[in-house]
């Protein structure tokens, strides 16, 4: 194929992308507004599953700051189209993360037919890796990092004298934010197997540079939990174990590369 047959075919998986995108933008718009402007809200409920998990380990440990979103977050719109942009964005961020194993395969359907017989079968696996680590990370972030990160910043006093009003358009960009970002972040494992692929980092290299590593993520978890260890390590452990991982895959990359 020409260079300008290529940008036919890439202009046509875009197009195909986007069109999937916009559908599913519809139809979430259109008919699940309760639904999807429910998902966002309810990491601040006390009724959510992890903050009722929360509290039934604060009961069994006597630790109260365990204790997160058991009051209700009161959240004011100060914008005139502050609602409508709650929806679209809602639904933007929404159709995004649905149509995401579309949006890869169709990436790989562009590439693979550049691609021998050996390596596509190769590549299959990792396509479906990469949405398995990034659903994983969305609903980790969901379910974890969104609550604790709500709490804390939402109860956060730098002065007493100074009241907490939050901002709908704030909310939810941070729980969106966080749940999309966190679903990059697990792409981490498959980050480290392309660069050790290519030889741009070494297990020896990840070894070397574990302990800033773990200060990174131990600062990281501290930011965004309460003062208490268990929700901490709720944090570090996953993300510790993603760099871990991310050793081993490297160890193995070399491995492969040594026995060819």
């Not at 995004?96 to 194993?101: D, S, T």
């Not at 960009?173 to 792409?187: H, K």
């Not at 978890?221 to 260890?229: E, F, K, N, R, V």
């Not at 081993?248 to 990359?253: E, F, L, M, Q, R």
Request: aromatic content about 14%; some cysteine; hydrophobic content about 55%.
């Amino acid at each position: 194929m020409t260079f300008g047959e290529h940008l036919d075919e890439l202009r046509k998986v875009l197009m195909h992308i986007g069109i999937a995108f916009v559908l599913l933008f519809i139809v979430l718009f259109t008919f699940f507004k309760g639904d999807i402007i429910n998902i966002v809200f309810y990491p601040s409920e006390s009724d959510f599953i992890t903050n009722r998990l929360f509290a039934k380990l604060a009961d069994l440990t006597g630790t109260e700051a365990l204790r997160i979103n058991e009051n209700p977050l009161e959240i004011y719109n100060t914008k005139i189209a502050g609602q409508f942009m709650l929806h679209i964005k809602a639904s933007a961020v929404g159709a995004l993360v649905i149509a995401f194993p579309y949006i890869i395969g169709q990436l790989w359907g562009f590439v693979k037919p550049a691609l021998s017989t050996n390596m596509k079968r190769r590549t299959r696996l990792i396509v479906w890796k990469i949405v398995f680590w990034f659903f994983l990370g969305v609903a980790f972030s969901y379910f974890i990092i969104a609550p604790l990160g709500i709490n804390f910043l939402a109860n956060y006093e730098a002065n007493g004298s100074i009241q907490n009003i939050i901002d709908v358009s704030s909310y939810v960009s941070t729980v969106l934010g966080v749940c999309l970002a966190a679903g990059l972040v697990f792409q981490l494992p498959l980050l480290i197997r392309l660069l050790a692929s290519i030889g741009i980092v070494s297990s020896a290299w990840l070894r070397k540079n574990r302990k800033i590593a773990i200060v990174v993520i131990l600062a990281l978890s501290a930011l965004i939990t309460p003062p208490d260890i268990i929700s901490q390590l709720l944090i570090f452990v996953p993300f510790y174990i993603l760099y871990e991982y991310g050793i081993s895959i490297a160890k193995t990359i070399e491995k492969q590369n040594a026995d060819r």
